[in-house]
């Protein structure tokens, strides 16, 4: 039986993907949040440093993005929402999986949508997050009851597919 071996100059030659097949990875951008952000307003907020901006090469790709947030809350749930620019809400999270009367300890809540944002301008993408009752803490990447204590650092990264 013959062993047949690829070309490996072929297969490094390789820069795009056949007309017509999707998902290839043009770019990536992140943002690395490691200080903290506190709110005590039911009215959702930014998180400073959770932003980031990518412009699409192409209106027909796609956008994946993927959030990880190290929430604590003084009161259940922890609350998030991912939007595209200013008015385009694209994810809503609430999280109840921090044990009660433990909520300092904090917990991590993820999302990740794949978004058509249908444009080659540059579009922002942004975390927000609000207490759960008004004049309550609600802290992004410490305890909300012991100043800065560290519990994590919250990441946003996007991925422009090919489409």
């Known amino acids: 039986m013959a062993i047949i071996k690829p070309n490996n100059n072929t297969i490094s030659a390789i820069t795009a993907l056949p007309a017509g097949v999707g998902g ?3 770019q990536v951008v992140s ?8 709110t005590t307003s ?41 939007f595209r620019g200013e ?25 990740s949508i794949l978004d058509t944002p249908s444009t080659t301008s540059a579009t922002t993408y942004k975390v927000q997050i609000a207490s759960s009752n008004n004049g309550n803490n ?16 919250s990441t946003i990264t996007v991925m422009e597919i090919a489409g």
């Open 24 to 26: 290839k990875v043009l």
């Open 42 to 82: 039911t009215a959702f907020s930014d998180v400073t440093g959770l932003s980031v901006s990518i412009t699409p090469s192409s209106s027909s790709n796609k956008i994946l993005i993927i959030v990880t947030l190290y929430m604590s809350a003084e009161a259940l749930p922890l609350q998030a929402k991912l």
């Open 138 to 153: 609600a802290k992004v990447n410490g305890r909300w009851d012991s100043g800065s204590a560290d519990i994590g650092d």
């Open 87 to 111: 008015g385009t809400e694209l994810q809503f999270v609430q999280d109840y999986a921090v044990a009660s009367n433990n909520y300092a300890t904090g917990s991590s809540v993820n999302m």
């Open 31 to 38: 943002a690395n949040k490691t200080n903290s952000f506190t």
